[in-house]
């Protein structure tokens, strides 16, 4: 699990949650509620404003995690791979 803490004018102070993933074993046993959880409560303790995350467009499982633990869908992520400076 990585994160990281930012301010930035849009979304004040946030959480940005770079890598969550939860093992195929663990999936729907609660863990993944746990850590947004317990992101939500450390936002809350460092006075944070916002809680944000990208997830892959084909990953319909996730999205239906993240939609029920509040998540909306607020833009589109944009990005280049593989600059090819010729």
């Known amino acids: 699990m990585l994160f990281n803490v930012g301010e930035n004018l849009a979304w004040y102070k946030y959480i940005y949650i770079d890598d969550l993933v939860t093992s195929d074993a663990h999936r729907s046993t609660g863990a993944g509620t ?8 450390y936002a809350q303790e460092i006075g944070c404003q916002h809680l944000h995350l990208d997830s ?17 869908i607020a833009s589109h992520h944009f990005s280049i791979m593989d600059i090819g400076l010729e």
Not at 34 to 41: A, G, P, T, Y
Not at 56 to 72: I, K, L, N, S
């Open 56 to 72: 892959g467009v084909q990953r319909f499982p996730a999205h239906r995690f993240y939609r029920r633990e509040r998540f909306t």
């Open 34 to 41: 746990f850590l947004i959880n317990w992101f939500k409560e």
